[in-house]
């Protein structure tokens, strides 16, 4: 049997609360920091379960864990053995043949009611420099719905100390279970303190990077450590001879769950000379009210550079029309650039369909099943977990920032020359970077006619449907349960590749801040040897762009990439159709850029589809004022 998540609208009703700090200043803490509706997890077996999450946030040593709540839907017939416990220490001890869970502070039994198992621990825990584990227990004797099937409840997460797990057969000896399933427990400690209301720390990046000369701002984390949201912050900062203080208001502000964290831009005026400084930020006020939080001031080093280069992952991912999973790595990459626009930089590498004109001989990632997805050159991935690997891998600094224009050389259309430009934002030396071409097309599809012959080869194969569906950009073509999808346009097909790692010489090791490198490689379509490629290229060889990546040749990962425009000189675009348009517009629908439905599009930026009257429809991004 499998381990399985599902997403279950009954919870709806039992979704986590927040309390507000009564007077004895008792507060919720949860690594449900969004509050999600839980999901619910298990292994579809008869078997005792023990579920726990570790507490060892420093700001909360002395403090009291009083209780704990979480959701719990098998019936009584189908659990027994409920208890709630804390321990030190995850340790299983071997009786009667099987390994059970000891804990080593206390243990109680439990009566689930209502769907929750809610409970005040007999003797409050008072938490140490060391930490605790809070968790609870089960078995399941027998399965008679979905909840006895997965009974655990978690949340999207990934927070280290979210979510640790032992059973009776299927997993028997305690695991970190957060990366595996990108998740957390549901579960949310009571916990009893001398807290503020208005209350916040600040964190700061290892070190911060910002250009020369103009107003900038810094990405920060907060972390509310008080009974109230987090609505608004008084911050002074200051580096070397540069300091300030600012106000702002938050577009959502912190819940007050304990512990519960958000990147927060602050804006910050111009740093007028390069150098490296140190940077105190200081967060003053927490809606209005003074912050004695001791965790209100942060430092980090500073670098006050020329510019700072945008980073833009690579991402690279393998499909082929035959693939049922594969529409998962469509929608996954439609959607990253619905968001994202131009900086979102993905190559498509197809297997056994009409785009795959790169063989696998010359792919630059082992492949041993589809879809898979790699970013950076990193581990592999399902297609899914790309959004998540991105955007840490955008957060971090890169030295060097590069461009890439390119345009055909004749009139015929078979040759095209790109120029890469690379520039470093400090000095660099010794280094091992190349750059590495990719020839892309957007908007290729197949055959409209059902009789021609190649027809059945563009019709991309479907297992998703509305009891398996996919969420995002498109992803309604999908989510109808047909198994063949027709009139697909498929976009960010890699049809050459110069080097997997980058052209030998085609940079320095030495680089200056400032001082730009160029290099220059030719498509060169013609030959028999090209007729695949070339015969792709003229369904519209003005939808051919440059992928230009700067390649780390001797750990062999990317270190960054850009886009160049389309060949005929207009812009490339993170929002393609993805369907033949044609025929009158008769409705118009919008969806965020998550791919929810918006009714009433407020201020900000949707995607926009328009039905047509054929049955065909076509996809805009638009900004919405108001």
């Known amino acids: 049997m499998s381990t399985n998540i599902l997403s279950m609208a ?47 946030d420093p700001s909360l040593v002395g403090c009291q864990v009083v209780g704990m709540s979480v959701s ?77 099937l997965y009974p655990v409840a978690v949340v999207p997460g990934d927070n280290e100390n979210g979510l640790y797990l032992h059973t009776s057969r299927s997993r028997l000896k305690w695991m970190n279970y957060v990366e595996r399933i990108g998740g957390v427990s549901a579960m949310v400690l009571k916990i009893k303190g001398d807290f503020s209301a208005n209350s916040a720390g600040i964190s700061l990046p290892e070190t911060i990077y910002l250009p020369v000369g103009k107003a900038t701002s810094v990405d920060v984390s907060l972390t509310n450590h008080g009974s109230e949201p987090v609505k608004s912050i008084k911050y002074t900062y200051s580096a070397g001879t540069v300091s300030g203080t600012k106000s702002l208001t938050l577009d959502n502000p912190i819940k007050a769950i304990y512990g519960t964290s958000s990147k927060v831009t602050l804006p910050l005026d111009a740093f007028s000379e390069l150098g490296n400084f140190d940077m105190t930020v200081t967060v003053d006020k927490i809606n209005g009210e003074a912050n004695a939080d001791r965790f209100a001031e942060a430092k980090s080093p500073l670098e006050v550079l020329p510019f700072v280069p945008v980073n833009r992952p690579l991402v690279e991912e393998y499909t082929g029309t035959w693939c049922g999973y594969c529409p998962l790595g469509y929608v996954t990459l439609e959607t990253m650039k619905a968001e994202y626009d131009a900086d979102f930089i993905a190559l498509a590498y197809h297997d056994s369909d009409p785009m795959a004109v790169v063989p696998d001989s010359e792919w630059p990632s082992y492949v041993d099943g589809f879809p898979m997805a790699f970013v950076n050159r ?133 680089f200056t801040a400032g001082v730009t ?64 348009p044609a025929g009158n517009v008769i409705d118009t629908e919008y969806y965020d850029l998550t791919g929810r439905r918006i009714i009433n599009p407020s201020t900000g930026i949707y995607v926009k589809k328009e039905i047509m009257d054929n049955g065909s429809h076509r996809v805009s991004k638009v900004a919405n004022h108001q």
């Open 517 to 580: 490198q160029s290099h220059s490689y030719t498509f060169d379509l013609t030959g028999t040897e090209n007729a695949a490629i070339l015969e792709l290229v003229k369904q519209n060889p003005d939808r051919v762009r440059v992928v230009a990546i700067v390649m780390d040749t001797y750990d062999e990962v990317s270190v960054n990439c850009n886009s160049s425009d389309y060949a005929d000189g207009s812009a490339f675009s993170g929002i393609t159709n993805t369907v033949t």
């Open 378 to 510: 990193g581990m592999e991935l399902s297609p899914d977990e790309i959004p998540m690997v991105w955007s840490g891998d955008r957060s971090s600094f890169v030295p060097v920032d590069i461009s890439v224009n390119a345009s055909w050389t004749d009139d015929t259309k078979t040759i095209l020359r790109a120029t890469a430009t690379v520039t470093a934002a400090k000095d660099l030396t010794g280094m091992d970077y190349a750059i590495a071409y990719a020839l892309v097309a957007d908007g290729l599809k197949g055959p409209s006619d059902p009789q021609d012959k190649n027809y059945k080869d563009w019709l991309q194969s479907n297992y998703f449907d509305e009891d398996d569906p996919l969420t995002g950009v498109h992803a309604d073509l999908f989510n109808t349960g047909e198994s063949k999808i027709a009139g697909l346009e498929f976009n960010d097909v890699i049809l050459s590749l110069s080097s997997a790692y980058g052209e030998y010489g085609s940079l320095p090791s030495d």
């Open 72 to 148: 719990f839907m098998p019936s009584a017939d189908e659990a027994d053995n409920v208890s709630a416990w804390m321990t030190k220490d995850l340790t299983l001890k071997k009786i009667d043949g099987k390994k059970v869970n000891i804990p080593d502070i206390t243990s109680q039994t439990v009566t689930p009611a209502e769907g929750m198992i809610d409970v005040t621990f007999d003797a409050p825990y008072t938490i140490t420099e060391a930490g605790v584990y809070v968790g609870y227990s089960f078995n399941i004797k027998m399965i008679d719905s979905e909840y006895a």
């Open 10 to 56: 009954t919870y709806a009703a039992i979704a986590l609360s927040s309390l507000s700090a009564s007077a004895e200043s008792i507060l919720d803490f949860s690594y449900n920091s969004e509050g999600a509706v839980p999901n619910i997890f298990g292994f579809e077996k008869t078997e005792s379960y023990d579920i726990a999450i570790r507490v060892d």
